[in-house]
């Protein structure tokens, strides 16, 4: 058991290995205290804080932070055998938890130890090992986070800074961690045991209040402070300031304030309710403010009153209650009488001093109550409840005080009671063992503590049983009536572990008023006074009342007794009964459970690192009585190991089982062992390992071992060392091997690669020779070939021409060029017959030919055109014909000249734009004057010749004349014949001005010459030059300019062109006439 690795993992590693000290108390030789706390020392000066015996961990506080904890080392931890590495609570850890998860058996971690030595922690290290090991995932983690979060909750209203711990857990935890079939946790439940309430109302110089106390002092909000009506400052409340201590160096406050406070958030307390939790607290601080003080009443009673009762106010505006009610429960209580009445009476100062601490004791210790009922709540497993367990107990250690009172009485009596679990299940394990390998068993001599925990707890004689006896008991009961029954009782008085100064009379060490026990850690000597008081726990009926009466959140919970609808005349049971009861069902709890302990001890009192006080730890060695544990755990034999392991351990001891040993283990054991004349006393064979009774024979084997592998070290060195030189030869070897190769292969190469290159050169010399020679044969081939073929034609011709002369005459030459000349000029014209272009006009195209007819080929091309011009004339009527002369005329006047002109050609001139031939009345007229052949009318505007503006006139040109009339009326206001018009001006610009100027020398024209604006000016100027010339015979000059000489009545005018916009289109210019210049802006 003490040095053993699972069959399943071959490491041989052990704890053997590397170890300072022993590792294992149980190979303790000899097993002494002395030599058991010098182990502890040594092993605590090499950091080594861990120590086994068997599967319990003993753990030395370090009060310092050690490098053997956190996630590397966890993983180091995590899978492996109990004895594969050095001790650590993370190897206990892992050791429960795998076999909860693989064997499904539920575990417990026990915990124990004096205050300070470092419960709390290594309860922590265990959760934190636990939480990392298992599975992950969004749930695992929540319920993880809400396990681990418990902590500081649990920490700030249960702990308490104490001169031997600032962080003193103030009561017991057990907590149960559940998981699932996969191992990951799903909840759990906390149980809490036996808050040291006192605490609140009294402590000790240099110690504090719960922890809870300072937080919501230094860490609450302004704001929460002034609802709760507190002061930051501790020393302004009684219940703070009395030990003279409310700072203390290694705590922050306020930091943790804010720890708890989101810690409870995450266990799911609502803010009413953390607001309902801060406002008890408030109300218990100034609670311990109140002072009494006596006064007399008006039937001349002494009676008691608050000296400062406006205090009172603030307290019952937090509790929401009425004054007078409050004030009475404080200061009066209420009985009922012999005949079933209600007497009232007042109290003294001592008394409601006594009454107000109660109250305050009972307040808080229920809230404790209440905040672990609300963590359950939180923590309970929601979905199918599991069956895997692992529970981990952080409970007080057994205490041994100066003066021991009934604290103590109840924490040593757990203590008795883990004691005798550790027996039972230890002994029950080891004679399983004992009867699973076939060894007989052996008596163990060991102290069982059975018959302590009778001398406690045995209902009707125990001492418990006595202490309620005594406080139901009618009459007047006090302490000293208490010890008086107990030194009588028949059972306790003559129990061997009971003395008291009545029964050992002249022993002076048992004071009158005490009694001790016999524990199986020690003798503790208890003083009875304030056993009665604590153990009735008893709070005045009126002041729970008066507390249930509050309209506060959580006072009715906390106090359901108070509820006057209750009738319950019933006691409720005394604090040792309830003590007892819980520790009765904790240890069916544990029974059921397979057991881990880790045992704390702590090597100063003072808190400091690397200081080990042999004496403390010697007091705590014994009564943690962990020399029992060695005894227990060794009972009969201290090492057992597998036949394999044990083996492979030692097989270098004996030259039959060296090197190797093919036969069954057992007789490879056997021989190992009796060649090294083992006496067979020392050892047993069980079925599967060999069991050695004294640990002295396995430090010889150790010690034979370590010098044979001093030996074997020399061997492996020397083998290792021929190795390493054979090694190194051979690597030379085929190094040069390889070298070798290489320069032979590369050589080889090179001589291929010269050898391949001559043969190509001197291959393609040859080939080179070859090819000429066959070349040159070829071309004197072809030659030969070329000369036959040049001689054949010369022969041939020769003949030919001999054998014809004579038939040819000699003007046959001319003839046969002048039929060639004839053929070339009849391919001509079939060439220009084929691609003769079309019959439009438009077409230009014509076949092309060579230079030779250049010439000849452009005189036809014309006598084309002009004949497919004739053919198209020829199909015109007259109408079109006289039309086509008209825009033939405009072409040759304006083509080039005016830009009015190209938009003009592709609108046909109609000439008489306002159908003046229809009307009849000029018809009439024009008789007269012959002017009834009209060829062009519209209305179009006449410049006026002294300011150049214009004047809407009808326009008629006739064959004969020019004649100007009222558009309207047709009233005629000149006309012109057309033998007086001379000649025309217009401008080569877009606008449609046209001068006409008269002849100067007819009288009849002295107004001189007219300037008229049309848009038709193309048509109009077209058709006056036609009409003239066909009227006169002989054409006039049209000027085209941009200034002409006008004569207005005789004078000289010059009409100038402005261009401003060259791109109008606006046929109408603007004029002005200044003086003798007339400018038309265009
Ligand atoms: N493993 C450890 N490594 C470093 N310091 C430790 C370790 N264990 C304990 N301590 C230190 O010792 C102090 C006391 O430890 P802890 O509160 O666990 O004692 P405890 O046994 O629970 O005491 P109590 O019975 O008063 O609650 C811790 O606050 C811490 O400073
Ligand atoms: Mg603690």
Not at 128 to 150: C, F, H, N, T
Not at 288 to 302: D, L, P, R
Not at 498 to 505: C, F
Not at 1013 to 1038: D, F, G, P, Y
Request: proline share 4%; glycine share 6%.
């Amino acid at each position: 058991m003490a040095v053993q690795n699972g069959p399943t993992h071959g490491a041989t590693r052990t704890i053997l290995d590397d170890m300072v000290g022993v590792g294992d108390c149980v190979l303790l030789d000899p097993l002494t205290e002395d030599a058991f706390v010098e182990n502890l020392e040594k092993r605590f000066r090499a950091k080594d804080v861990y120590t086994y015996i068997g599967n319990v961990v003993v753990s030395v506080n370090p009060y310092k932070e050690l490098p053997i904890y956190g996630k590397d080392k966890i993983e180091e931890y995590k899978g492996k055998n109990l004895y594969e590495l050095p001790p650590h609570i993370y190897a206990i850890a892992d050791d429960a938890y795998r076999s909860m998860r693989d064997k499904s058996r539920d575990q417990c971690i026990i915990i124990s130890g004096e205050s300070g030595a470092g419960k709390t922690e290594a309860s922590k290290i265990v959760m934190q090992y636990v939480a990392a090991v298992s599975g992950k995932g969004k749930d695992i983690d929540r319920v993880k986070e809400q396990l681990l979060q418990s902590n500081p909750v649990l920490e700030a209203f249960g702990n308490a800074k104490t001169l031997r711990n600032d962080n003193s857990s103030r009561f017991g935890k057990y907590m149960d961690i559940e998981f699932d079939f996969k191992g990951d946790p799903v909840g759990g439940v906390v149980t809490n045991y036996l808050l040291e309430k006192s605490r609140v109302i009294f402590q000790s110089k240099g110690e504090r209040n719960f922890h809870m106390f300072y937080q919501l002092l230094s860490g609450g909000p302004d704001l929460l402070l002034e609802e709760l009506q507190l002061t930051r400052n501790a020393n302004d409340y009684t219940y703070l300031k009395q030990s003279g201590c409310t700072n203390v160096d290694t705590i922050d406050d306020k930091e943790n304030f804010a720890k708890t406070q989101k810690a409870m958030q995450v266990l799911g307390f609502s803010d009413e309710e953390i607001l309902g939790v801060y406002k008890l607290l408030a109300i218990i601080l100034k609670f311990g403010n109140i002072q009494f003080s006596t006064f007399t009443s008006k039937n001349g009673m002494e009676a008691v009153k608050i000296t400062q009762e406006e205090a009172m106010n603030d307290i019952c505006e937090v509790l929401e209650t009425k004054k007078n009610e409050l004030l009475e429960s404080l200061t009066k209580r209420s009985m009922v009488g012999g005949r079933g009445d209600q007497v009232v009476t007042t109290l003294d100062p001592s008394t409601a001093v006594y009454a107000r601490d109660a109250l305050c004791k009972a307040i808080y210790s229920r809230l404790f109550n209440w905040v672990v009922r609300v963590i359950n709540e939180s923590i309970k497993v929601k979905l199918n409840p599991s069956n895997k367990v692992m529970g981990v107990l952080d409970i007080y250690g057994f205490e041994i005080f100066q003066k021991n009172s009934f604290e103590q009485f109840i924490i040593n009596y757990c203590n008795e009671k883990l004691q005798q679990i550790f027996i039972e299940l230890t002994l029950k394990e080891e004679q399983e063992e004992y009867v699973q390998e076939g060894i007989e068993w052996t008596h163990i001599d060991y102290f069982n503590n059975a018959i302590i925990c009778d001398l406690i707890e045995k209902s009707n004689t125990g001492v418990l049983a006595m202490l309620d006896e005594e406080c139901l008991r009618p009459g007047k009961v006090t302490d000293l009536t208490f010890l008086q029954k107990i030194n009588s009782h028949y059972f306790i008085s003559r129990h061997p572990h009971y003395d008291s100064r009545t029964k050992l009379k002249s022993d002076k060490t048992i004071p009158h008023d005490c009694f001790r026990l016999k524990h199986y850690a020690g003798d503790v000597t208890y003083n009875v006074n304030g056993f009665i008081d604590k153990n009735n726990d008893l709070l005045f009926r009126d002041l729970s009342q008066a507390m249930y009466k509050c309209d506060h959140l959580l006072l009715k919970k906390l106090f359901p007794e108070g509820d006057p609808k209750l009738h319950n005349k019933k006691r409720p049971p005394t604090a040792g009964s309830q003590f007892k009861n819980s520790i009765a069902a904790l240890m069916t709890n544990l029974l059921a459970k397979n057991p881990n302990y880790i045992r704390t001890i702590k090597p100063n009192d003072f808190k400091k690192p690397d200081e080990f006080e042999e004496d403390i730890v010697r007091h705590q060695v014994r009564y943690l009585g962990l020399l029992e544990n060695v005894r227990v755990r060794r009972a009969g034999y201290a090492f057992r190991q597998l036949y394999e392991l044990c083996l492979q351990r030692y097989k270098m001891l004996c030259p039959q089982t060296w090197p190797n040993w093919h036969g069954p283990a057992k007789t490879g054991v056997t021989q190992l062992l009796s060649y090294k004349a083992i006496p067979a006393k020392e050892y047993a064979f069980g079925r599967t390992k060999i069991f050695i009774r004294n640990p002295r024979t396995l430090f010889d084997l150790e010690e034979w071992r370590r010098q044979k592998m001093e030996d074997i070290a020399t061997i492996i060195q020397k083998m290792f060392r021929g190795w390493k030189q054979w090694r190194w030869y051979q690597e030379q070897r085929n190094a040069a091997i390889v070298v070798q190769k290489r320069t032979r292969g590369y050589q080889a190469r090179q001589n291929y690669l010269k050898q391949k290159a001559a043969a190509i050169m001197i291959a393609s010399y040859w080939r080179g020779t070859v090819a000429r020679k066959e070349y040159k044969r070829l071309q004197y081939e072809k030659k030969l070939l070329w000369a036959v073929v040049v001689i054949k034609k010369f022969f041939i011709g020769w003949r030919v021409r001999k054998e014809y002369r004579k038939k040819f005459r000699s003007n046959a030459g001319p003839k046969v060029l002048a039929f060639l000349i004839r053929r070339l000029q009849v391919k001509y014209l079939m060439n220009v017959r084929a691609n003769l272009p079309s019959m439009s006009p438009l077409d230009k195209s014509w076949p092309e030919c060579t230079p030779l007819r250049k010439e000849a080929n452009e005189e036809l091309r014309q006598i084309f055109v002009k004949w497919r011009a004739m053919k198209y004339r020829g199909k015109f009527d007259e109408n079109t014909r006289h039309r086509i002369g008209e825009k033939v005329s405009a072409s040759n006047l304006f083509k080039d000249k005016k830009e009015l002109y190209p938009p003009s050609v592709a609108v046909p001139f109609e000439g008489d734009y306002v159908r003046i031939k229809n009307n009849i009345k000029y018809k009439r007229a024009a008789q007269e004057t012959n002017d009834q052949h009209v060829q062009f009318c519209d209305v179009l505007a006449k410049l006026n010749r002294s300011n150049g503006k214009a004047v809407n006139q009808l326009f008629v040109l006739s064959t004969s004349s020019i004649q100007l009339m009222d558009s309207k009326t047709l009233e005629r206001k000149y006309r012109i014949p057309l033998s007086e018009i001379t000649s025309l001006s217009v401008s080569p610009y877009n606008d449609g001005l046209f001068a006409l100027h008269l002849n100067k020398t007819n009288p009849n024209n002295k107004k001189g010459d007219f300037l008229f604006v049309s848009a038709k000016v193309v048509e109009a100027v077209t058709k006056l030059h036609r009409c003239i010339q066909q009227a006169t015979n002989k054409a006039i000059t049209v000027e085209i300019n941009s200034k002409f000489p006008l004569h207005f009545n005789g004078s000289q005018i010059q009409l100038n062109y402005q261009i401003i916009d060259k791109n109008s289109t606006r046929p109408e210019p603007v004029c002005k006439r200044k003086g003798s210049r007339f400018d038309v802006v265009v």
